[in-house]
Nanobody
Framework: QVQLVESGGGLVQAGGSLRLSCAASGRTFGSYTMGWFRQAPGKEREFVAHISKSGGSTYYADSVKGRFTISRDNAKNTVYLQMNSLKSEDTAVYYC???????????????WGQGTQVTVSS
C-alpha cells in the first residue's frame, strides 16, 4: 500500500512557474514508476509525465514537453513536477500516481494522490 500526498499547487500568472511535490508513504517507493496526470473541468484525466523507478528515464506529453520536468528523490520518497512557462491551458487539478509499468494510461497506475489545484491566469 502506498499513500501519496501532493502539494505546491496554487495561482500563478501565465509565463510563471510552480513546483509540485508528491510525498509517498512506505518503504517501497523506489519500486514504483511515478506519474503525473491532470484533469481540467469538464475534461478527462490526461497524462502529463512519468519517471522510471531509478529516475533515469522520463517521458512527457507533447503538450508539456520542454516546459515541465519530472524528477524524484528516492531517499525522500518524493516525486516532483517543475512547471515553467505556464499557460492558461495548464489549469487543472494535478495528481501523482504510482504504478509498476511506465505507461501513459491512467489505468496502469495503482495508487493516486488527492490532487492539487493549479490555476494559471492569463
Amino acid at each position: 500500500q502506498v499513500q501519496l500526498v501532493e502539494s505546491g499547487g496554487g495561482l500563478v500568472q501565465a509565463g510563471g512557474s510552480l513546483r509540485l511535490s508528491c510525498a509517498a508513504s512506505g518503504r517501497t517507493f523506489g519500486s514504483y514508476t511515478m506519474g503525473w496526470f491532470r484533469q481540467a473541468p469538464g475534461k478527462e484525466r490526461e497524462f502529463v509525465a512519468h519517471i522510471s523507478k531509478s529516475g533515469g528515464s522520463t517521458y512527457y506529453a507533447d503538450s508539456v514537453k520542454g516546459r515541465f520536468t519530472i524528477s524524484r528523490d528516492n531517499a525522500k520518497n518524493t516525486v516532483y513536477l517543475q512547471m515553467n512557462s505556464l499557460k492558461s491551458e495548464d489549469t487543472a487539478v494535478y495528481y501523482c500516481a504510482a504504478g509498476r509499468i511506465p505507461l501513459t494510461a491512467a489505468t496502469a497506475y495503482d495508487y493516486w494522490g488527492q490532487g492539487t489545484q493549479v490555476t494559471v491566469s492569463s
